[in-house]
């Protein structure tokens, strides 16, 4: 079984930055293996892409909403992800999750269908 614990997540003024980590543990569990991914989901809507990155870090890809402003990295001594995020806007509010899948894909998935494990997901709210 996988854990996957977010945090980083707060209240933050428009243009403000967070930055989200992810740490993931598990028994026999191999981080290097996986790929990684981010996700949010905002009040009465579905759950979206932000951003991912393939399991040796050689990949990423961004929604566009983000693209420019959000990066995410991996550490894979430490077991852990992180989303930096930058300039952030009211429209960046949601709870975001971090999402692992058991593949060394040579490109991010951004469907979260695709994903096999979750964590519980982080806050964010960006006040205007």
């Known amino acids: 079984q996988v854990q996957l614990v977010e945090s980083g997540g707060g209240l933050v003024q428009a243009g403000g930055s967070l930055r989200l980590s992810c740490v993931a543990s598990?028994?026999?569990?191999?981080?290097?293996?996986?790929?990684m991914g981010w996700f949010r989901q905002a009040p009465g809507k579905g759950r979206e892409f932000v951003a991912g990155i393939t399991w040796n870090g050689g990949s990423s890809a961004y929604a566009d909403s983000v693209k420019g402003r959000f990066t995410i990295s991996r550490d894979n001594a430490k077991n852990t992800v992180y989303l930096q995020m930058n300039s952030l806007k009211p429209e960046d509010t949601a709870v975001y999750y971090c999402?692992?899948?058991?593949?060394?894909?040579?490109?991010?998935?951004?469907?979260?269908?695709?994903?096999?494990?979750w964590g519980q997901g982080t806050p964010v709210t960006v006040s205007s």
């Open positions: 598990g028994s026999g569990f191999y981080f290097s293996n996986y790929a």
């Open positions: 999402a692992a899948e058991n593949r060394r894909r040579i490109a991010v998935v951004r469907s979260y269908e695709t994903y096999d494990y």
